[in-house]
């Protein structure tokens, strides 16, 4: 059974830096698509950021086009580790953030297109 373990969350003041990283479990998802979705509260899920592998060790990554200049995605650990470094934090940022991994490596900014889900980590901007 997959599993995924976000962790790194926590309260930032405006303009600072946080890194959530995503551990998997119980099977490799190293050819999976592997992303960030958050969920502010009152809204929808959307998408962040994901990876889709290519070969070997090399992935594409994808951004939503309102955060590509402040986050950045990355894979690690053989490709069961997925990163998120975010910065010059907004507080529009405050969100549960949540990884996500799926089969898929075309279809990749729904919340339908991922099979597997972690329980999310909360991030707050305040200050």
């Known amino acids: 059974q997959v599993q995924l373990v976000e962790s790194g969350g926590g309260l930032v003041q405006p303009g600072g830096s946080l890194r959530l990283s995503c551990a998997a479990s119980?099977?490799?998802?190293?050819?999976?698509?592997m992303g960030w979705f958050r969920q502010a509260p009152g809204k929808d899920r959307e998408f962040v950021a994901a990876?889709?592998?290519?070969?070997?060790?090399?992935?594409?990554?994808y951004y939503a086009d309102s955060l590509k200049d402040r986050f950045t995605i990355s894979r690690g650990n053989a490709g069961n580790t997925v990163l998120l470094l975010m910065n010059s934090l907004k507080r529009d940022d405050t969100a549960v953030y949540y990884c996500?991994?799926?089969?898929?490596?075309?279809?990749?900014?729904?919340?339908?297109?991922?099979?597997?889900w972690g329980q999310g980590t909360q991030v707050t901007v305040s200050s």
């Open positions: 990876t889709t592998w290519i070969d070997w060790s090399t992935y594409s990554r």
């Open positions: 119980g099977r490799t998802l190293s050819s999976h698509t």
């Open positions: 996500a991994a799926s089969p898929s490596g075309s279809r990749i900014v729904r919340v339908d297109d991922y099979e597997y």
